[in-house]
């Protein structure tokens, strides 16, 4: 029998939470349920991602920050909505939209009411008032009949905080599309390498938002250290944000601008990872990365900061390596380590390979299904 489902999200720029909540929203659709999706309209530099496949329901009072009016029109506006759609699910994702779905969802009485969080609010350079984000996520999670987290960092952190419960707490991992990684343009990729690295060089990518908690900046540093031993490395950062400015004049400022490019947002992501030869994450805090996971998807070697949920993916020297954030130096010898030796880059990639099946699309929906199911009987 279907469902009815709504999904809420506070807004949908290019991030790993915002693909995930489409993905499953379609998903779910496509498989029979009533979907409806509600977003914000606010928008971000880091780019738009549409849901064409599934209805929408855009609510301007849905802001990111924070703002009593806009946060109680939301409450209101989302308690009327589940009073007249009477879903059978409310899932909800991202800080702003976890807190007042929920809200809406308990004063109008839906029966199945699930959040998940990729990555928690008091992460944002927050660190003085963590103590009160503490408090309300508590206090929010005793409002879900799921608390669903997707890395076990954020597991074992929201443990710690006494936000979590063990009864309430699920870990389903955001997965990625295996199967479109897989299947890229081989041609455009010749062209891509081709025009990115035009006298053979290596090249060695970033691709992210490029504002907080991402670190652009430390990959720059890395770049410029490695650049002094290995003149043939070609470094692309691909992605927008808030940072870009502050990150083009430090590129300027360091005279790497010829062998440093900054590409901003892309729509051929997998192609542009299977045109280069080194992946790199590089971030303060993280949920599930999805970058890594893709590069992981594509053959890549991947190299990821040691935070939150990287280190359930990578496994140090096993399946990519890993250095500490903030950490230019230490990312600058993982770099030159995998440069010089193709033996290992080899041996990360295949073991990569096996590890990223445990993050397909496909085993997050069964999951996620598996989870609905069981708490609507």
Same mark, same amino acid.
């Given at each position: 029998?279907? +469902?009815?489902?709504?999904?809420?999200?506070?807004?949908?720029?290019?991030?790993?939470?915002?693909?995930?909540?489409?993905?499953?929203? %379609?998903?779910?659709?496509?498989?029979?349920?009533?979907?409806?999706?509600?977003?914000?309209?606010?928008?971000?530099?880091?780019?738009?991602?549409?849901?064409?496949?599934?209805?929408?329901?855009?609510?301007?009072?849905?802001?990111?920050?924070?703002?009593?009016?806009? @946060?109680?029109?939301?409450?209101?506006?989302?308690?009327?909505?589940?009073?007249?759609?009477?879903?059978?699910?409310?899932?909800?994702?991202?800080?702003?939209?976890?807190?007042?779905?929920?809200?809406?969802?308990?004063?109008?009485?839906?029966?199945?009411?699930?959040?998940?969080?990729?990555?928690?609010?008091?992460?944002? %350079?927050?660190?003085?008032?963590?103590?009160?984000?503490?408090?309300?996520?508590?206090?929010?999670?005793?409002?879900?009949? /799921?608390?669903?987290?997707?890395? %076990?960092?954020?597991? +074992?952190?929201?443990?710690?905080?006494?936000?979590?419960?063990?009864?309430?707490?699920?870990?389903?991992?955001?997965?990625?599309?295996?199967?479109?990684? =897989?299947?890229?343009?081989?041609?455009?990729?010749?062209?891509?390498?081709?025009?990115?690295?035009?006298?053979?060089?290596?090249?060695?990518?970033?691709?992210?938002?490029? =504002?907080?908690?991402?670190?652009?900046?430390?990959?720059?540093?890395?770049?410029?250290?490695?650049?002094?031993?290995?003149?043939?490395?070609?470094?692309?950062?691909? !992605?927008?944000?808030?940072? +870009?400015?502050?990150?083009?004049?430090?590129?300027?400022?360091?005279?790497?601008?010829?062998?440093?490019?900054?590409?901003?947002?892309?729509?051929?992501?997998?192609?542009?990872?299977?045109?280069?030869?080194?992946?790199?994450?590089?971030?303060?805090?993280?949920?599930?990365?999805?970058?890594?996971?893709?590069?992981?998807?594509?053959?890549?070697?991947?190299?990821?900061?040691?935070? !939150?949920?990287?280190?359930?993916?990578?496994? @140090?020297?096993?399946?990519?390596?890993?250095?500490?954030?903030?950490?230019?130096?230490?990312?600058?010898?993982?770099?030159?380590?995998?440069?010089?030796?193709?033996?290992? /880059?080899?041996?990360?990639?295949?073991?990569?390979?096996? +590890?990223?099946? @445990?993050?397909?699309?496909?085993?997050?929906?069964?999951?996620?299904?598996?989870?609905?199911?069981?708490?609507?009987?």
């Amino acid at each position: 029998m279907s +469902r009815k489902i709504i999904y809420v999200i506070t807004r949908m720029v290019v991030g790993g939470a915002q693909e995930t909540a489409k993905y499953t929203a %379609e998903h779910f659709h496509h498989a029979g349920d009533e979907v409806l999706f509600v977003t914000g309209v606010e928008t971000g530099r880091e780019g738009e991602l549409t849901v064409d496949e599934v209805p929408v329901l855009f609510m301007p009072a849905l802001v990111r920050r924070l703002s009593p009016l806009h @946060d109680l029109r939301a409450v209101w506006q989302l308690y009327r909505l589940f009073r007249g759609r009477r879903p059978d699910i409310v899932h909800a994702r991202t800080s702003k939209a976890r807190v007042v779905a929920a809200v809406a969802a308990r004063l109008a009485r839906v029966p199945t009411v699930v959040q998940t969080i990729h990555g928690w609010s008091f992460g944002n %350079e927050i660190d003085r008032k963590k103590w009160l984000y503490v408090i309300v996520e508590k206090l929010i999670a005793r409002m879900f009949d /799921c608390n669903i987290v997707v890395s %076990e960092g954020d597991l +074992r952190e929201g443990l710690e905080t006494g936000i979590l419960r063990l009864q309430t707490t699920q870990l389903i991992r955001s997965g990625v599309n295996l199967a479109k990684i =897989s299947k890229v343009d081989r041609e455009r990729v010749e062209r891509l390498r081709a025009e990115l690295a035009p006298d053979g060089q290596r090249v060695v990518t970033l691709i992210g938002r490029l =504002s907080s908690p991402k670190t652009p900046d430390v990959f720059v540093d890395a770049a410029t250290a490695v650049l002094a031993k290995h003149h043939d490395t070609r470094f692309l950062v691909v !992605g927008d944000g808030a940072k +870009r400015e502050a990150l083009a004049a430090q590129i300027g400022r360091l005279g790497i601008s010829a062998d440093v490019l900054m590409l901003g947002l892309r729509t051929d992501v997998a192609e542009l990872m299977a045109a280069s030869d080194i992946i790199v994450h590089s971030s303060l805090r993280e949920g599930l990365p999805k970058a890594v996971l893709e590069a992981m998807a594509a053959g890549r070697p991947v190299i990821g900061t040691n935070v !939150g949920g990287v280190p359930a993916v990578v496994d @140090d020297g096993v399946t990519g390596l890993l250095v500490e954030p903030s950490n230019a130096p230490q990312m600058a010898t993982a770099i030159l380590r995998l440069l010089e030796d193709p033996a290992l /880059c080899a041996r990360l990639v295949a073991n990569a390979a096996q +590890r990223v099946q @445990d993050f397909s699309l496909t085993k997050s929906f069964d999951d996620t299904n598996a989870l609905y199911e069981r708490l609507r009987h």
